[in-house]
């Protein structure tokens, strides 16, 4: 720009500025302009980010080895220490609903929320989801609070802007920008494998857990979770759709419904998918016709598809069964024997325990009462226990290192054999204990 031109736009300014003086109109303020969507955004939802801190019960570190040799009840011992433990929420309902990961509360006690106005509230646990990594809390208080509105996460697109709110390290509303880099992504924390996740730029950090992820809108669309440790560049959250559904139960219920299509489901090897000039989709390892009586689908069936939708894995089907109502039909699509196939089933929730019938059905058991745990009266030929070695006289002390004192504490845990591969079993004999998992694939 030559200085003609220069002196020209600083005119034109300054007879701007002067014109609006004149007319009574306020000044040109540099702060307006500066003013973007972002900023607004995180104006908006601020407010309805919490801190939340909760207290837990760790054995100190330098317990054991040395000290044991004083005994339990030595003062020397040193005791069990309490420490903090941080992370984000955000505010879903005036009425003090809040919506976090399950993370962030587990094994906590006293657990405190803390508004951006510096208010602080103790906290209910109305239910958690372990699978989902979520938790819904409740506080009472001055209402109505302000709440955070919440979007969808089945219309997101790669690369639009996304905000994450929250109190990564105790540094309360942290905001950091990104983009929306992929959607259904599996992650795993080392305990438990989580699909169906959005992953973004925006820097996710301890802390931040719990916290809202916004559009550019000012909408929650992904509830973060810091997962992965020392992760950069690298953010995970959990998409807004899940989530609601999964609020709305624990809401409810106080525990999220388990929906099933009456099978167990596998990811095929490589070999399978080689064979089957496939990369995607889930082999039907077995169905459970004694408690989910159908003829659709067989073992052995590969699905490759559900509701018109690409089926990935087994974490996607179980994420894609998280958004359904128990008695809303299913359309799978796959193959049987090589050849195309379809079949409607509806999603149905999953027993809350098995039947001693299905418990004899499933792995070839009976229990009854006995000293020190569950005695074992009979093992069906052929069956997933008889395959272990399991005889009559044995004694079941725990199930998933639980202990099992009474037949329906036993059929509780034995649910979960419904939707896993194996059963690990803690199995007395004599003066020897000794752990047999049954295997449910052959059973």
């Known amino acids: ?79 069990a220490q309490e420490q903090n433990s941080l992370g984000s929420g955000v505010l879903v309902d005036p009425s003090g609903y809040i919506l976090t990961n399950e993370h962030v509360i587990l094994g906590g006690s006293k657990i405190r929320v803390t508004l951006t106005t510096g208010k602080e509230y103790p906290a209910r646990v109305v239910g958690t989801a372990p699978e989902s990594d979520l938790a819904l809390l409740n506080i009472q208080g001055d209402k109505p609070f302000p709440v955070a509105q919440l979007g969808r996460s089945d219309d997101l697109m790669i690369g639009e802007t996304l905000i994450a709110v929250g109190n990564p390290y105790g540094l309360s509303n942290t905001v950091t920008v990104g983009v929306l880099s992929a ?31 916004c559009n550019i809108l000012g909408q929650v669309i992904g509830i973060n979770t810091a997962i992965i440790r020392n992760a950069h560049g690298i953010g995970f ?25 009456g099978f167990l489901p596998l990811d095929p090897s490589d070999s399978y998918m080689r064979r089957m000039h496939v990369n995607y989709g889930v082999v039907v390892a077995r169905t459970y016709r004694f408690a989910y009586p159908q003829d659709e689908v067989r073992q052995g069936d590969l699905l490759t598809g559900l509701d018109g939708k690409r089926l990935d894995s087994t974490g996607d089907l179980n994420a894609k069964l998280a958004l359904l109502s128990a008695g809303q039909p299913v359309r ?85 054999a419904l939707g896993s591969t194996g059963l690990l079993i803690s199995v007395g004999r004599g003066p020897w204990t000794y752990y047999v998992t049954l295997n449910l694939i052959g059973g």
Request: hydrophobic share 40%.
């Open 237 to 261: 959250a959990i998409p807004i759709d899940r989530a609601r559904r999964v609020m709305e139960q624990l809401r409810t219920y106080g525990r999220v419904q388990s929906l099933w299509l």
């Open 1 to 79: 720009m030559n200085h003609r031109a220069q002196a020209c736009w600083i005119f034109l300014a300054a007879s701007a500025l002067s014109f609006a003086s004149w007319a009574g109109l306020p000044p040109v303020n540099g702060r307006a302009m500066r003013e973007t969507q972002v900023v607004r955004v995180v104006r908006e939802v601020s407010p309805a980010v919490v801190y939340i801190s909760c207290q837990q019960r760790v054995q100190n570190p330098f317990a054991g080895g040395f000290w044991d040799l004083f005994g339990n009840d030595s003062p020397f011992t040193p005791p």
């Open 332 to 416: 799978l699509d796959g193959y049987r024997d090589g050849q195309p196939f379809s079949a409607t089933l509806r999603a149905k929730p999953m027993p809350d325990r098995l039947t001693p019938g299905m418990a004899w059905e499933l792995l070839g058991l009976r229990l009854e009462p006995g000293r020190g745990g569950l005695t074992v009266v009979s093992v069906r030929p052929n069956s997933p226990a008889d395959a272990t070695g399991l005889r009559a006289g044995d004694t079941v002390l725990a199930v998933e290192d639980q202990a099992v004192p009474t037949e329906e504490d036993f059929l509780t845990k034995a649910r979960s």
């Open 183 to 213: 959607t259904g992504r599996t992650v795993e924390d080392g305990k438990r494998t989580y699909s169906d996740f959005l992953q973004t730029d925006a820097a996710i950090n301890p802390g931040n857990s719990g916290g809202p992820l």
